[in-house]
């Protein structure tokens, strides 16, 4: 048994990848291949096209989360590696929600929506689609504040993206 606990927490890390095929399977089978699950995933392009900026966010103590690191530095497709999470940082995720809302509701949902900072999409019949920016928190609340209004039909998350505040340490070219 270890003297002291090791502190499991949550760890937002950014990586620039090489486009090549493959690439991202590499970089996911790393981290699972280690027993750690990859809570969010969001990859796109760069300012260059041949590279990909993944978020990613997994859980590990800071000497596991340091390995992995160290381990993805290792893969031939992997630009650069960073934990932002001891970091200064600002980390957004998207949420698409779709919501069966009486008529009678709907102006006050709306009041709701426009408060929280979400933009309602689409008022078909099938269901009213609400988008909103935030942190998880932000979401969780914007979630539960939303579904009280009506039944909640489907809900789509994004990845969780991150970015520095100070001078950016991940860069393409840099």
């Known amino acids: 048994m270890l003297p002291y606990p090791r502190r499991i927490m949550r760890h937002l890390i950014a990586i620039l990848l090489q486009n090549e095929a493959g690439a991202l399977t590499r970089v996911t089978g790393l981290i699972s291949s280690r027993g750690?699950?990859?809570?969010?995933?969001s990859v796109a392009p760069t300012n260059d096209p041949t590279v990909s900026r993944l978020s990613l966010v997994t859980s590990g103590s800071d000497s596991v989360i340091a390995q992995i690191n160290a381990q993805l530095l290792k893969l031939v497709d992997v630009v650069a590696v960073e934990d932002?999470?001891?970091?200064?940082h600002l980390a957004r995720?998207?949420?698409?929600?779709?919501?069966?809302v009486d008529a009678e509701r709907v102006q006050s949902l709306q009041d709701v929506v426009r408060r929280g900072g979400g933009k309602?999409?689409?008022?078909?019949?099938?269901?009213?689609?609400?988008?909103?920016?935030?942190?998880?928190?932000e979401i969780a609340e914007f979630m539960a504040a939303v579904g009280s209004f009506g039944d909640v039909i489907e809900v789509v998350r994004g990845g969780v993206l991150g970015i520095s505040r100070a001078s950016p340490r991940l860069q393409v070219g840099g």
Do not use: F, H, Q
Request: proline share 3%; hydrophobic share 40%; net charge negative.
């Open 36 to 41: 750690y699950n990859i809570e969010s995933l």
């Open 84 to 88: 932002m999470t001891g970091g200064d």
């Open 93 to 100: 995720e998207l949420m698409l929600i779709k919501l069966r």
């Open 120 to 137: 309602i999409l689409s008022t078909e019949p099938s269901g009213l689609v609400v988008e909103l920016a935030g942190t998880e928190d």
